[in-house]
């Protein structure tokens, strides 16, 4: 594995993970009634009492 390939794959995996929490951002901010209705669920770390939601769950409550 070359310093280039492995650069290349620490850059991909940053884009996804910028764009995956963009996302989030974006849902999180639109009202609770219409992030019901669209199915993102908002699940907090309870113990952790983290303020950052959790990721995209294939559970839908």
């Known amino acids: 594995m070359s310093v280039l390939s ?3 794959r620490i850059a991909t995996q940053y884009a996804a993970a910028r764009a995956r929490h963009r996302s989030e951002r974006i849902l999180l901010s639109l ?7 669209i199915g993102f669920p908002e699940l907090f770390d309870a113990q952790n009492n983290s303020r950052r939601a959790t990721t995209f769950s294939a559970k839908v409550i």
């Open 6 to 8: 492995s650069i290349g």
């Open 31 to 37: 009202p609770a009634e219409l992030r019901k209705d």
